[in-house]
């Protein structure tokens, strides 16, 4: 049997280990110190029982039970915690624990546990974890081809028909994710949540197009019901995904040939469409960029150059600081820069010039072309209409 122990402490897992290394040396035991740890195991390994806690930086326990019960139906849960809440408990049941055990875990109730659950475990048909094995393989093998068949790349001679034969008619769901990090965990949470939602309102499946990008197919039982998967989606995806997402949908498809291009045409459309954004880190990085903008606006500054600041990708960037300050970078600077210059023109004798390259526009034919288009007035005109002091 092979037990995967998630916690973040590490006297928890080292003590858990040892207590099953000792009573049941036939079993493995693998280790994760954090939720994404646990999901790459879950993925690459086959694993039959999950000890896990409940409360760990970036997803509780119950949540990394919650989204992995659709592809590891077959996985066991028992859950560890601190706290003897009753809410936690219930959670725990709900969602199909077999045990919930409270630190400290006293050596005899785990062993018992272990004892019981390796019986059991040992006792199912070899003939339906084979099948699973299959169900997986054959799973992964389907969305593979789907995945090269969606991106416009060659299948090497795999045929894509039988898709089209179970699936007559058909949408498309895109979900992109924007992060700087690997977003390994995310992209199981996608998988997962979408996968659900899918099976409860239609026939389907989800394919990875790339590291931050899925895709769902599904047939609808009720044609209408596509806004309400979305809905949900959106509010899954918004509780368990801690960075901005996008969310993109097509209307029935009933040619199978035409996916290339509909999901050529959903990549085009994220390009310029906002991504929602829940993660904490938004009003800081904006802030942190607005600073870095008035600190350094007499400088060469380009979209570029801030976003890199902040660690965020440029067109992402781009987007949340519109919706953030309600105006567009290359706005916002233009803006800052004609306010100081105006400020210079007003209260000093320096010349047009000189007052360019203070505000960021090393050529001075430039800056007043934008001047004139953004006040009606050229430099000069506005020194004069102000009373400001003349620079000849």
């Known amino acids: 049997m092979n037990i995967l122990v998630v916690d973040d402490e590490d006297i928890i897992r080292s003590g858990i280990e040892r207590t099953i290394r000792r009573s049941f040396p036939e079993h493995r035991v693998l280790l994760a110190t954090s939720p994404e740890e646990a999901v790459h195991l879950l993925r690459s390994e086959a694993i039959d029982l999950v000890l896990t806690d409940v409360l760990m930086p970036g997803m509780t326990g119950l949540e990394l039970m919650e989204i992995s019960r659709k592809n590891h139906a077959h996985v066991k849960w028992v859950v560890i915690s601190a706290h003897s809440e009753f809410a936690y408990a219930r959670e725990a049941v709900r969602l199909g624990a077999r045990d919930y055990l409270l630190k400290p875990i006293g050596k005899e109730s785990l062993i018992d546990m272990i004892g019981t659950l390796g019986e059991e475990i040992a006792k199912e048909n070899e003939w339906s974890k084979d099948a699973h094995l299959l169900k997986s393989n054959l799973r992964f093998l389907r969305e593979a081809v789907f995945s090269r068949w969606a991106s416009g790349l060659d299948l090497g001679g795999i045929d894509p028909s039988p898709f089209a034969e179970h699936h007559p008619h058909f949408h498309l769901v895109l979900v992109r994710m924007e992060s700087d990090r690997p977003v390994k965990l995310e992209h199981f949470i996608v998988e997962n949540v979408l996968s659900e939602l899918i099976e409860g309102a239609g026939t389907g499946f989800v394919a990875s197009i790339d590291a931050k990008s899925l895709i769902g197919l599904i ?3 009720d044609e209408t019901g596509l ?26 498809i009933s040619d199978f040939n035409e996916v290339p291009a509909k999901v050529q045409h959903m990549h085009k459309a994220a390009a310029s469409q906002v991504y929602e954004h829940y993660a904490s880190s938004g009003d800081q990085s904006i802030a942190v960029a607005l600073q870095y903008i008035k600190a350094h606006f007499q400088s060469e500054l380009s979209l570029e150059k801030v976003a890199a600041i902040v660690y965020l990708n440029p067109v992402y960037f781009s987007q949340l ?35 360019s390259e203070r505000v960021g526009y090393p050529d001075v034919r430039h800056f007043s072309q934008i001047f004139r288009k953004k006040t009606g007035v050229t430099p000069s005109e506005y020194r004069h209409n102000t009373g400001g002091k003349s620079d000849s």
């Open 227 to 252: 806004h309400r998967l979305i809905e949900q989606l959106r509010t899954h995806l918004k509780r368990y995904v801690k960075i901005p997402f996008q969310i993109l949908h097509t209307d029935r």
């Open 219 to 221: 047939t609808l039982e």
């Open 321 to 355: 600081f519109k919706q953030k300050t309600g105006t567009g970078f290359k706005d916002y600077v233009t803006h800052l820069r004609l306010e100081r210059s105006m400020e210079l023109l007003r209260t000093t004798e320096l010349k047009i010039s000189d007052i």
